[in-house]
């Protein structure tokens, strides 16, 4: 597979977690946890069976800035 599709189904992924009624910090895959990690310092988070869990409104938030100015780390689609 090309490295575009891997990068298209990668980021297709993350919108479609978007819909979903709850959205975990382990739903979202070890590639993009650092910027989204990095993002979320200060916000207040839920916890719920044990697992992070993130608020609609900042996950879309930050799906905006992704789409704005990208990620803050390189992210390598070749692994």
Not at 35 to 55: A, W
């Amino acid at each position: 597979m090309n490295t575009l599709s891997i990068i298209s189904e990668s980021i297709g992924y993350l919108q479609k977690l978007s819909v979903r009624s709850e959205i975990f910090l382990d739903d979202v895959p070890k590639e993009f946890k650092p910027d989204l990690q990095n993002y979320i310092v200060g916000e207040t988070l839920g916890l719920r069976n044990e697992k992070i869990l993130i608020g609609h409104n900042l996950y879309k938030k930050w799906l905006a800035k992704i789409r704005s100015r990208g990620f803050d780390y390189e992210i390598d689609f070749n692994k």
